[in-house]
């Protein structure tokens, strides 16, 4: 944190504001998250019981108003957060909302600017899932949709490398309270990784993660888009099935290698999206085989087809398969995503086909009206 701006700082304001029994404040009472501040822009949020957002509204106002006259902020964001009782199921139930964010029993958060929002996933981290995620969105991208890509990777953001963006800000929108998407390859872009420091440890409890995406979604003024790529997190916990629930997915990707370690992950994520009724427009096998960039000669490092044929078994489209080569990986560490850098190699070509079937696949499923909306969490 800056000099002007620290942790203490902003804690000796937080102790003028009274907690929820309105005696002691809720600093004393252990109330407030890990503080995070990036360019006078300052990130928490209060801890409340569940249910009582509306009532303890004019707490949050107060935190916001005490921390926003220290000298050096610009702006300040805070979030109400419930944390659930002991043994209460860890999946947020059907139509329940984060404290202080959207009320999704009344629908999801509405998202007017956005015809299409589709989630790219895994069961696990390390498969490549940001970086066909990016390569996707500019597939879309150079096929003429309105793009946009939200990084929803809370713990390990990367979209802003990827896209070159790496240390830059987003600005402030026209109201004081929203944030203006950054721009990439004529993309819109958003990320946690543009509020926090790139080597910032993210250590956050579960209600302050789900309330992050919650505002990133709410108060981003995205433009008008065709297609939202959201990158999510890896796995199948809590912060995936607020995003699931949060706003209305049209359609999933999910990402794999073709070993079985991997497949196992990946068949819990397809079912997480069979739970909340989403459907899935395919798999993609990333590192599906190993071109060596001097002899070209294929070699199967971690088998090969296994995503193929596990699409063929659960019935679902197999989008592609992606090779492990030197140019993917250098231009995405380069923050010049092989589809925009090198958009007549053979690799961009293999992302745009996979962009081709999704797109086709979610343009079916729109057709036969087989896909309402709903969330249902057995």
Same mark, same amino acid.
């Given at each position: 944190?800056?000099?002007?701006?620290?942790?203490?700082?902003?804690?000796?304001? *937080?102790?003028?504001?009274?907690?929820?029994? +309105?005696?002691?404040?809720?600093?004393?009472?252990? *109330?407030?998250?890990?503080?995070?501040?990036?360019?006078?822009?300052?990130?928490?949020?209060?801890?409340?019981?569940? #249910?009582?957002?509306?009532?303890?509204?004019?707490?949050? +106002?107060?935190?916001?108003?005490?921390?926003?006259?220290?000298?050096?902020?610009?702006?300040?964001?805070?979030?109400?957060?419930?944390?659930?009782?002991?043994?209460?199921?860890?999946?947020? +139930?059907?139509?329940?909302?984060?404290?202080?964010?959207?009320?999704?029993?009344?629908?999801?958060?509405?998202?007017?600017?956005?015809?299409?929002?589709?989630?790219?996933?895994?069961?696990?981290?390390?498969?490549?899932?940001?970086?066909?995620?990016?390569?996707?969105?500019?597939?879309?991208?150079?096929?003429? *949709?309105?793009?946009?890509?939200?990084?929803?990777?809370?713990?390990?953001?990367?979209?802003? !490398?990827?896209? #070159?963006?790496?240390?830059?800000?987003?600005?402030?929108?026209?109201? #004081?309270?929203?944030?203006?998407?950054?721009?990439?390859?004529?993309?819109?872009?958003?990320?946690?990784?543009?509020?926090?420091?790139?080597?910032?440890?993210?250590?956050?409890?579960?209600?302050?993660?789900?309330?992050?995406?919650?505002?990133? *979604? +709410?108060?981003?003024?995205?433009?008008?888009?065709?297609?939202?790529?959201?990158?999510?997190?890896?796995?199948?916990?809590?912060?995936?099935?607020?995003?699931?629930?949060?706003?209305?997915?049209?359609?999933?990707?999910?990402?794999?290698?073709?070993?079985?370690?991997?497949?196992?992950?990946?068949?819990?994520?397809?079912?997480?999206?069979?739970?909340?009724?989403?459907?899935?427009?395919?798999?993609?096998?990333?590192?599906?085989?190993?071109?060596?960039?001097?002899?070209?000669?294929?070699?199967?490092?971690?088998?090969?087809?296994?995503?193929?044929?596990?699409?063929?078994?659960?019935?679902?489209?197999?989008?592609?398969?992606?090779?492990?080569?030197?140019?993917? !990986?250098?231009?995405?560490?380069?923050?010049?995503?092989?589809?925009?850098?090198?958009?007549?190699?053979?690799?961009?070509?293999?992302?745009?086909?996979?962009?081709?079937?999704?797109?086709?696949?979610?343009?079916?499923?729109?057709?036969?009206?087989?896909?309402?909306?709903?969330?249902?969490?057995?």
């Amino acid at each position: 944190m800056s000099e002007e701006v620290s942790k203490e700082r902003v804690l000796e304001m *937080l102790q003028k504001v009274k907690g929820p029994d +309105q005696d002691s404040d809720i600093v004393s009472l252990g *109330l407030v998250s890990e503080i995070v501040e990036n360019g006078g822009k300052v990130y928490f949020s209060i801890s409340i019981e569940p #249910g009582r957002a509306e009532e303890l509204e004019p707490m949050r +106002q107060a935190a916001e108003e005490v921390v926003g006259r220290i000298d050096g902020v610009k702006s300040v964001a805070v979030t109400l957060t419930a944390d659930r009782k002991p043994g209460q199921d860890s999946a947020p +139930q059907a139509g329940a909302a984060p404290a202080g964010g959207p009320n999704l029993a009344s629908g999801q958060i509405p998202m007017p600017n956005i015809k299409n929002i589709i989630a790219v996933a895994s069961g696990k981290g390390g498969v490549g899932k940001s970086t066909t995620a990016v390569n996707l969105a500019l597939a879309f991208a150079a096929n003429g *949709l309105k793009t946009g890509i939200l990084d929803a990777d809370i713990y390990g953001p990367s979209i802003p !490398r990827l896209l #070159g963006l790496a240390g830059q800000h987003p600005e402030p929108g026209g109201d #004081g309270d929203s944030i203006k998407p950054m721009k990439a390859f004529g993309m819109e872009v958003m990320s946690i990784g543009f509020l926090v420091d790139e080597d910032a440890p993210m250590i956050w409890r579960g209600p302050m993660v789900m309330s992050a995406l919650t505002q990133m *979604l +709410q108060f981003v003024t995205w433009g008008e888009l065709d297609v939202l790529v959201v990158d999510m997190p890896p796995g199948t916990g809590d912060a995936q099935l607020t995003m699931s629930q949060a706003v209305p997915i049209a359609g999933a990707v999910i990402v794999s290698t073709p070993q079985d370690l991997s497949l196992i992950d990946a068949r819990k994520g397809l079912n997480m999206f069979k739970q909340v009724k989403v459907p899935v427009l395919g798999i993609v096998e990333n590192m599906s085989y190993f071109l060596c960039p001097s002899c070209g000669e294929r070699s199967n490092i971690f088998s090969t087809g296994g995503a193929e044929a596990e699409a063929e078994a659960i019935k679902v489209p197999f989008l592609g398969a992606v090779p492990l080569h030197m140019d993917i !990986r250098e231009k995405s560490d380069a923050g010049q995503p092989i589809t925009v850098s090198d958009p007549k190699s053979i690799h961009a070509g293999i992302y745009r086909s996979i962009a081709d079937k999704a797109w086709d696949e979610l343009e079916r499923i729109k057709k036969k009206n087989v896909y309402t909306p709903k969330i249902i969490v057995e």
